[in-house]
């Protein structure tokens, strides 16, 4: 096992960190020592807040650093992070390279068994973190699809937008009900684009050939529309 030591101290200074850089590498070369580890590496971030992972160089390289079976070590969680986003972030980064995690003060060490449960219920965390994101994005695109409101990504054919919201273009509704017309006949995508170019209706920015495929997109829209 190869132990990859993370320190870190903020801008304010060690007298309100708690601890110097000195005291932390001690602590974790000892942990080190104790449990066999083959060498030890250290990182460090001085001077440099734990609001962030990714502006940190000495967090970035000690992450690179850890392959299957080695362990990085920290004082403390605070230390290696003061975001718990980035606390879960980090985990699973640790997680997919096949290494473990230990943090000294918080006695969390992922080389044994009840670490590993802890390690574990940090991925869960995580996975139920990105869960809830993804259910309030939707519920917030829903909502504003309610409300007519643009949602991202062109503005679809049969709509304008003005002041953020959707308004129906009548020129090309016309279009659409004739598509639909032409669907129930039985027409085939092709030929409903033929048709649509000899009745001299355009796409979009005046584009005049259509695709089935673009009629194929439209004709979904509206079913959820």
């Known amino acids: 096992m190869k132990a990859i030591a993370y320190l870190r101290v903020s801008t304010q200074g060690q007298v ?7 005291a932390q590498e001690a602590k974790v070369k000892a942990w080190a020592e104790l449990n066999g580890a083959d060498s030890v590496q250290v990182f460090r971030d001085e001077g440099i807040s734990g609001k962030r992972a990714d502006n940190r160089p000495g967090l970035q390289a000690a ?13 403390s969680l605070s230390r290696l992070s003061r975001s718990t986003r980035d606390t879960l972030t980090i985990a699973e980064e640790l997680q997919r390279r096949g290494g473990d995690l230990v943090s000294l003060s918080e006695k969390i060490d992922t080389t044994s068994a009840s670490g590993k449960m802890v390690f574990r219920l940090l991925a869960v965390l ?17 909502y504003k699809k309610e409300r007519g409101e643009k949602t991202g990504g062109d503005v679809p054919f049969g709509y304008r937008v003005r002041e953020g919201r959707l308004f129906k ?7 659409i009900a004739l598509i639909k017309k032409l669907q129930a006949e039985g027409k085939s995508l092709r030929a ?4 649509l170019e000899a009745a001299g209706i355009s796409r979009k920015h005046g584009v005049k050939a259509w695709h089935p495929q673009t009629v194929s997109n439209i004709i979904s829209r509206e079913k959820t529309a």
């Open 16 to 22: 309100e960190d708690g601890v110097s850089m000195d």
């Open 192 to 195: 409903i684009c033929r048709a």
């Open 169 to 175: 273009d009548q020129a090309e509704q016309r279009a």
């Open 63 to 75: 992450l690179a650093e850890v392959g299957k079976g080695d362990a990085l070590i920290c004082y």
């Open 126 to 142: 995580a996975e139920f973190e990105r869960d809830q994101v993804s259910d309030r994005t939707k519920f917030a695109l829903r």
